[in-house]
Nanobody
Framework: QVQLVESGGGLVQPGGSLRLSCAAS????????MGWYRQAPGKQRELVAS???????NYLDSVKGRFTISRDNAKNTVYLQMNSLKPEDTAVYYC??????????????WGQGTQVTASS
């Protein structure tokens, strides 16, 4: 059974920091591209950051220089360090595991989501 369990969300003042974690089980973690998506009320889900098994990263333009994605393959965990948070970063953040382009029969998995709120 595949599980992606997020933690680390919460309420923070604008300008503050949070670190999200996503612990994966039931998959060969090292081959999956791991991503963080977010969805704000009334908006579509968008990709915030992703990291391949080899460590190549990609970021949404609006978070470049503020957010950092990383992974620890020994712990089957992916992280999202979020600094200088803005009110517009407020959303539910979802962890994603995607093996598209890596294996013949790819799979995509989602976590349950964690709320991040940047507000004074």
């Amino acid at each position: 059974q595949v599980q992606l369990v997020e933690s680390g969300g919460g309420l923070v003042q604008p300008g503050g920091s949070l670190r999200l974690s996503c612990a994966a089980s039931g998959i060969i973690f090292s081959i999956y591209r791991m991503g963080w998506y977010r969805q704000a009320p009334g908006k579509q889900r968008e990709l915030v950051a992703s990291i391949t098994g080899g460590g190549r990263t990609n970021y949404l333009d609006s978070v470049k220089g503020r957010f950092t994605i990383s992974r620890d393959n020994a712990k089957n965990t992916v992280y999202l360090q979020m600094n200088s948070l803005k009110p517009e970063d407020t959303a539910v953040y979802y962890c994603n595991a995607d093996s598209t382009g890596v294996v013949f029969n790819p799979n995509i998995y989602w976590g349950q989501g964690t709320q991040v709120t940047a507000s004074s």
